[in-house]
């Protein structure tokens, strides 16, 4: 375990070489526009309490943060299988590079404007494991080829691969591609075996594109509820997959990649013969629908990992007995649900389907009552799109701010 000054120093150097990030000091109640521009302007006296921050804000617990890239990457290296998480979960270079720099073997995207974002920001290795069919996205991504030697991207049908070998071609580069396959629930992904072999093939023999190998991804696995039927689900919606690599291995194609699982499942992936990486994504923050699940060692709560990531809000109304209102609504935490949990209390709701204001219902065994003026942290309910509401998160040590970190990717839905 590395000692937490190193961890801390490292923490830092995480946004080193990138202008729009740095460690600040003092702040009393500024806003976040008044904070981000101090932020390309100077630096600023150390000691921000996170409660002097103006709400509602993305915090991120690093202690937490730390601990979940450690449990990862020490149970993926038990089990002998690597990491390439998405960074669709964080959407910030600096989170990238750490998972990058603790053992990942680089990161998955869904879209190629994440992709730019991340190697305009120093991440070499991307997966992108969308497809992209569009002309103009098509020219997007081979144009990022050029620049990004270690740039992959996923296909799934016969034509989308023409085209991209014919754009390959017209760019001067060759492309590398995975055959994403189908675990079964016809989101995305072409059938696996003979459909997904005879893609793996013209892939193979198109001239501007190189046979990575394939991905599968089973979202729904992520969630089943109780850990020994998430287990069946995910092996089972990854048995195509696997033998389709080993129809690949027979024709002597490059399987070098074999890509799927996430976090609901990073403890079960390695046992899908020839998976080479998990994608895994939430586990960096955790949210209230992982905790909700069941999981290997306690069937009441997923709690593998730490919820790192939190809403901070602020009571603007506590005049009416059994409730309070926040300034934290739908456009603070989305309207995904479970909803957000409030943070260290208990006998209490909270729901977030207003646009601008969140409700505490507290019940008769309330651990508290709120007042108007205070500040509470929530749980979020989907760690994805609450981070694409925010242009900056908050990492925390403690109650102090240590470091401000853009989500630079945040709107790349393109």
């Not at 937490?64 to 998405?86: C, F, K, V, W, Y």
């Not at 591609?177 to 189908?182: A, E, L």
């Not at 016809?186 to 793996?200: D, F, M, W």
């Not at 039927?229 to 194609?253: C, F, H, I, P």
Request: net charge negative; hydrophobic share 40%; proline share 4%.
């Amino acid at each position: 375990m590395t000692d937490p000054f190193s961890r801390r120093h490292f923490l830092h150097a995480a946004g080193a070489g990138a202008a729009s990030v740095w460690i600040p000091r003092t702040v009393h109640g500024y806003t976040e526009a008044e904070v981000r521009k101090m932020a390309f302007n100077e630096r600023v006296e150390e000691g921000i309490s996170k409660w002097d921050l103006d709400t509602p804000c993305l915090i991120v617990d690093l202690d937490r943060l730390e601990g979940n890239l450690d449990r990862m990457q020490t149970t993926l290296a038990r089990n002998g299988i690597a990491s390439r998480p998405h960074a669709k979960t964080h959407k910030c270079p600096a989170i990238a590079r750490l998972q990058v720099a603790t053992g990942s073997v680089g990161i998955c995207v869904a879209k190629i404007s994440e992709a730019e974002v991340m190697f305009e920001h120093g991440i070499e290795q991307i997966l992108m494991t969308t497809v992209n069919v569009t002309p103009r996205k098509i020219r997007r991504a081979m144009h990022l080829k050029k620049w990004c030697t270690g740039f992959i991207q996923a296909v799934d049908n016969p034509a989308n691969a023409r085209d991209l070998s014919a754009a390959a071609a017209e760019a001067g580069v060759v492309a590398d591609i995975v055959v994403d396959v189908d675990p079964g629930g016809h989101r995305s992904g072409i059938t696996a075996g003979a459909p997904a072999l005879e893609l793996a093939q013209l892939v193979d023999t198109l001239p501007a594109l190189r046979l990575r190998g394939l991905l599968c991804y089973d979202g729904g696995a992520q969630h089943v509820q109780a850990f020994a039927d998430r287990r069946t689900r995910a092996l089972s919606s990854l048995e195509g997959a696997a033998e389709t690599l080993v129809q690949m291995n027979r024709s002597g194609l490059d399987t070098r990649v074999f890509s799927g699982g996430g976090t609901g499942t990073y403890n079960i992936d390695h046992e899908t013969p020839g998976l080479t990486d998990v994608q895994v994504g939430s586990y960096v923050f955790m949210d209230a629908q992982y905790l909700a699940l069941g999981g290997a060692h306690n069937p009441d709560k997923y709690d593998d990992f730490a919820p790192a990531l939190t809403v901070m809000t602020t009571v603007v109304n506590a005049q009416y007995e059994g409730l309070a209102t926040t300034d934290a609504g739908a456009k603070a935490n989305t309207i995904n649900q479970p909803w957000p949990i409030i943070a260290g209390e208990t006998g209490m709701s909270y729901t977030a389907g207003s646009d601008e204001y969140g409700s505490i219902r507290y019940g008769d065994d309330a651990s508290r009552i709120y007042a108007v003026g205070d500040k509470l942290e929530l749980i979020v309910s989907h760690c994805d799109p609450v981070v694409n509401l925010y242009d900056q998160m908050y990492g925390v040590r403690g109650d102090t701010v240590e470091v401000i970190w853009p989500v630079s990717a945040r709107g790349k839905s393109v």
